[in-house]
């Protein structure tokens, strides 16, 4: 069997572990259907649509301005390029599985001329002591959670005492919070609370929020009114952004304070496959609503046995299988599908991977 057959697998399943629901334009349907045709577009950037959105955002940051974009590679990229030309300094400093670094093609390199400094290692979240021993960069950035670690955080004092360190010898501290929402109930915190340890932030729409897709890149006013120059640059300013920022502000609005329950939806589930011999996640209890699901077993074994539970039955369980040392893993996102699963569903699923994976 191939990866091909296990997403097909999991996209014929009715219902899921992960995530909000099948990602089909119905998603954009359901946020247009109370907008009122005569709704003025955004044009180019301006108008009271996408200000009313920038400014919605800004409350919630606690920065001076925001900017909407189409995408968080631009926003982030662009947000490097401004901070590295602020202090003439082309080495930015973040962590070895940083999106910039592993997803987007060298694109800060080969854009920007800009030179990543990987900070600490690959396996674990980077320290004050990693911090310390950088070399002189222009833009330390932090991922809250780390994606690439089954969505690991540092405390709240290790946090503060990174982003303390960083300001004390000028340079400037940007947040990927990509997933910036989802960590609060952790931390006990509200998004400003957060953001404001940050000269800039990113934040997407389409990730645990669930929209079409969009991003949000905030600081001070001066950094925005750079950004929104780049933006232009990089062809982001369509004519109309109105379908994202329409979807955003919708799905924003309606999943917010639903965070603290995605969360404990998640330390549940984890903890009832951490209880299946043959299958762990990382983290073993979730700090926010995602984690890595881990099976002790080789990829193609694994993809077979979740392929005859996904066809027999309605819950989809993973798309998806990464090869690891000790086996394979996929991850997971807690959302709006998970919490509408019965008790049963529930533990049907659990006894069909405690037959399929428990060690003999």
Not at 273 to 291: C, D, H, K, Q, Y
């Amino acid at each position: 069997m191939n990866e091909m057959d296990l997403r097909s697998s999991y996209q014929e399943t009715t219902k899921r572990l992960d995530g909000h629901g099948s990602r089909t334009v119905g998603v954009l349907q359901e946020a247009l259907r109370t907008v009122s045709a005569d709704q003025p577009s955004d044009i180019y950037g301006n108008g009271e649509l996408i200000k009313t959105f920038e400014r919605k955002m800004i409350d919630l940051l606690g920065h001076d301005d925001a900017v909407f974009f189409p995408s968080g590679t631009m926003a982030q990229q662009i947000s490097l390029r401004i901070w590295s030309d602020e202090q003439d300094n082309r080495k930015v400093a973040y962590h070895p599985l940083c999106h910039l670094e592993i997803h987007e093609q060298d694109g800060l390199k080969k854009l920007h001329g800009i030179e990543p400094v990987l900070v600490g290692e690959a396996d674990r979240l980077m320290t004050i002591d990693d911090v310390k021993a950088l070399p002189d960069v222009s833009c330390l950035l932090l991922e809250l959670p780390q994606r690439e670690l089954g969505g690991l955080l540092p405390s709240r004092e290790e946090l503060e005492v990174i982003c303390a360190y960083a300001r004390e010898r000028g340079i400037r501290l940007h947040l990927d919070g990509a997933r910036l929402l989802e960590v609060l109930p952790y931390y006990e915190a509200e998004a400003k609370d957060i953001a404001q340890l940050f000269d800039s932030v990113y934040i997407s729409f389409y990730k645990g929020l669930g929209g079409v897709a969009g991003a949000i890149l905030a600081g001070p006013e001066t950094f925005c009114q750079e950004a929104r120059i780049w933006k232009r640059r990089y062809g982001g300013d369509l004519i109309s952004l109105y379908p994202y920022i329409l979807s955003a502000d919708h799905y924003y609005e309606q999943r917010k304070d639903d965070m603290a329950e995605y969360h404990a939806a998640a330390k549940e589930l984890a903890s009832s496959l951490n209880a299946i011999s043959g299958i762990s996640t990382r983290p073993l209890e979730p700090v926010s609503n995602m984690f890595h699901l881990y099976f002790k077993a080789e990829k193609a074994v694994v993809e077979e046995k979740l392929i005859e539970i996904q066809s027999n039955g309605k819950v989809g369980i993973a798309g998806y299988l990464v090869e690891k040392d000790s086996g394979c893993a996929t991850e997971i996102n807690i959302g709006d599908s998970f919490l509408a699963l019965t008790p049963d569903e529930r533990e049907t699923v659990y006894r069909q991977l405690t037959e399929a994976f428990s060690e003999d």
